[in-house]
């Protein structure tokens, strides 16, 4: 065993040098291998100039080309205006004609107005072309015979004595004039006037001014017309009857008309 340990240590003897010099051998190869890696450093390629474009072509400047002035043109000459034609205002069924009388009746303490209506009320007026009414043309009549109030003993005594309807069955209104009425008639919208013409009730003949509010639309004109008379003025006698105290002499006349308004007829 002791020689074994003794041989041992003597080749590790002989040995060590040799070690030493292979590992020299190899650090100078491993020194000069990493030298000759490094070599130089490489210079960056510089980029190549940017290519100038072209210059753009400048675009030769082209006479401006003169605007045509149109030459100014006459106005045509504007053709007259007509004048408005004659205008016929024609009463239709609906149309009302009423009176109104102030009595004292025996039941009651105080006074009363009596109304009676009819609605058998026809007629027309008719204006020129200037706005003037036409009398031969303008007449609303009015039928007395079917006028009804709230009471039947005051109807009759209107019929058969007042009015005497079965000899002068109608009153008849000839219109001569307006005045504060527009023209050319209004088509449309609100208006007022007045409107003056002869009346005959029975046998007597007066004249009689209305105070007319009307409203006109689309060819139509619906309104009411109001005057006042006395039974002096047309010599009318007053109800006499046992339950009537008195009457005053005011009669209170009013006409609700719904009419169409068309051109009138050339005479």
């Given at each position: 065993?002791?020689?074994?340990?003794?041989?041992?240590?003597?080749?590790?003897?002989?040995?060590?040098?040799?070690?030493?010099?292979?590992?020299?051998?190899?650090?100078?190869?491993?020194?000069?291998?990493?030298?000759?890696?490094?070599?130089?450093?490489?210079?960056?390629?510089?980029?190549?100039?940017?290519?100038?474009?072209?210059?753009?072509?400048?675009?030769?400047?082209?006479?401006?080309?003169?605007?045509?002035?149109?030459?100014?043109?006459?106005?045509?000459?504007?053709?007259?205006?007509?004048?408005?034609?004659?205008?016929?205002?024609?009463?239709?069924?609906?149309?009302?004609?009423?009176?109104?009388?102030?009595?004292?009746?025996?039941?009651?303490?105080?006074?009363?107005d009596a109304v009676g209506e009819t609605g058998d009320v026809q007629g027309a007026i008719v204006f020129d072309a200037d706005g003037n009414v036409d009398p031969d043309q303008s007449v609303i009549t009015v039928a007395v015979g079917g006028l009804?109030?709230?009471?039947?003993?005051?109807?009759?005594?209107?019929?058969?004595?007042?009015?005497?309807?079965?000899?002068?069955?109608?009153?008849?209104?000839?219109?001569?004039?307006?005045?504060?009425?527009?023209?050319?008639?209004?088509?449309?919208?609100?208006?007022?006037?007045?409107?003056?013409?002869?009346?005959?009730?029975?046998?007597?003949?007066?004249?009689?001014?209305?105070?007319?509010?009307?409203?006109?639309?689309?060819?139509?004109?619906?309104?009411?017309?109001?005057?006042?008379?006395?039974?002096?003025?047309?010599?009318?006698?007053?109800?006499?009857?046992?339950?009537?105290?008195?009457?005053?002499?005011?009669?209170?006349?009013?006409?609700?008309?719904?009419?169409?308004?068309?051109?009138?007829?050339?005479?």
């Amino acid at each position: 065993m002791l020689e074994s340990m003794n041989n041992l240590t003597t080749l590790s003897v002989l040995l060590s040098p040799r070690v030493v010099l292979i590992a020299a051998v190899a650090a100078a190869v491993l020194l000069l291998s990493a030298c000759s890696g490094e070599g130089e450093p490489v210079e960056p390629t510089p980029p190549p100039p940017p290519t100038a474009l072209p210059p753009s072509p400048v675009p030769t400047p082209q006479p401006a080309t003169p605007v045509p002035v149109p030459e100014p043109t006459a106005a045509p000459a504007s053709a007259p205006q007509e004048s408005p034609g004659g205008v016929r205002v024609s009463v239709l069924e609906g149309s009302v004609a009423r009176y109104s009388v102030t009595e004292q009746l025996a039941r009651l303490s105080s006074p009363i107005d009596a109304v009676g209506e009819t609605g058998d009320v026809q007629g027309a007026i008719v204006f020129d072309a200037d706005g003037n009414v036409d009398p031969d043309q303008s007449v609303i009549t009015v039928a007395v015979g079917g006028l009804t109030s709230d009471e039947d003993r005051r109807d009759r005594y209107v019929r058969n004595n007042t009015l005497s309807t079965s000899e002068f069955p109608s009153a008849e209104l000839v219109v001569t004039g307006v005045e504060g009425l527009d023209w050319p008639f209004p088509d449309s919208g609100e208006t007022t006037f007045r409107l003056s013409g002869d009346m005959t009730i029975r046998e007597v003949t007066g004249p009689v001014t209305w105070d007319v509010e009307a409203q006109s639309t689309s060819g139509a004109v619906t309104g009411q017309a109001r005057t006042v008379i006395t039974f002096d003025q047309f010599d009318l006698s007053k109800p006499s009857l046992a339950f009537i105290v008195s009457v005053e002499d005011e009669i209170r006349l009013e006409l609700d008309i719904i009419a169409t308004i068309e051109p009138a007829s050339p005479q």
